[in-house]
């Protein structure tokens, strides 16, 4: 198998096993994600579940399906850059405004 | 050297270890969650900041949002094995596999327009409230990328195929890149689902 930068000595049998387990997996995660719905939980424990279980779902796809698990080291770090500054675009305005948005009486 | 064009070729730069495909890819990816990462920082923002938000699964149609989801994983799967596809260099399994990803594409893209005319029909258009605003924004926005995605890996599925023969790395590199960008769009979606259909809730002040 000639070697594509990245992706040498390849076992791609491998790879198609992972990829159909990763798919499983994702199954199971949207129904237990839709079914956690009927469970009437509260509001913070059920956003803090759901995400929970959307940020799994996340990592499985991007690490199995966009090979991140296995690729350079350089962009893990770009990609932890842009969540690190994702996370300062939504503590930012909620920070500076927290007091609009939940007043301290 | 300040003439050389950047070359097509899937050889890995000393500099960064990777071939200038992939690095682009991923940079205009990162540039792309910082796109969906303000539009989800702004509904955090407007939904903790309004007492008065209606709950919007009243609005919404989970089981058309979760068959949307089961969809778009499955084209996630069927595209990288049509990655597979490319690097066994076997172009009967590599078009049925892309061709089921433009399909599985486009039955979610059916599926939104029923959703979106559902939606009017009931008079719940954008301006009907702000949660009606950001649903048809964000899964409007996701949508478009769901289109361009489509043409993309239409293109290499059956429009550049003769590549596959001429300079099978390349070609499969072209396929992987494709790909980074449908699963990048299947993991928006992953996120866009629970936040607007399932996690939404009355007014949360309650003072």
């Known amino acids: 198998m000639d070697a594509i930068a990245g992706h040498d000595h390849v076992d791609l049998k491998k790879h198609v096993r992972t990829y159909m387990l990763v798919f499983g997996s994702l199954m199971v995660l ?70 609009e948005i939940n007043p301290i009486k | 050297m300040s003439t050389a064009a950047i070359p097509y070729t899937v050889e890995a730069r000393p500099d960064t270890g990777l071939n200038n495909v992939k690095l682009g890819i991923w940079l205009f990816l990162a540039s792309e969650v910082m796109l969906f990462g303000s539009l ?71 599926v939104k327009g029923f959703e979106y005319a559902a939606k009017f029909e009931h008079h719940h258009p954008p301006a009907y409230s702000t949660f009606m605003a950001c649903y048809f924004t964000f899964t409007g926005l996701h949508a478009l990328h769901v289109l361009a995605g489509m043409g993309v890996n239409f293109y290499f599925g059956f429009l550049n195929t003769k590549m596959m023969a001429s300079n099978p790395q390349q070609f499969a590199n072209r396929v992987e890149t494709a790909g980074l960008f449908w699963h990048f769009v299947d993991l928006v979606w992953i996120f866009l689902f629970p936040v607007l259909y399932l996690l939404n809730f009355g007014p949360l002040n309650h003072h």
Request: charged residues 10%; proline residues 4%; aromatic residues 10%.
């Open chain 2, 40 to 110: 989800f920082a702004a509904y955090i923002m407007l939904r903790t900041g309004n007492p008065a938000w209606g709950a919007g699964s009243e609005l919404l149609s989970i089981p058309l949002a979760t068959l949307n989801t089961v969809v778009l994983i499955t084209s996630s799967v069927t595209m990288v094995m049509s990655w597979v596809a490319a690097m066994e260099r076997k172009l009967g399994k590599f078009r049925l596999y892309m061709g089921s990803t433009v399909a599985l594409g486009a039955v979610f893209m059916v």
């Open chain 1, 30 to 99: 949207t129904l237990v994600t839709v079914g956690l719905r009927y469970l009437d939980l509260p509001v913070v424990p059920a956003i803090m579940i759901a995400l929970a279980i959307a940020m799994v779902k996340g990592s499985l796809v991007a690490c199995y399906f966009m090979h991140l698990i296995s690729e350079r080291k350089l962009i893990l770090i770009i990609m932890l850059a842009t969540v690190f500054f994702f996370f300062g675009v939504l503590l930012g305005p909620v920070v500076t405004e927290l007091n």
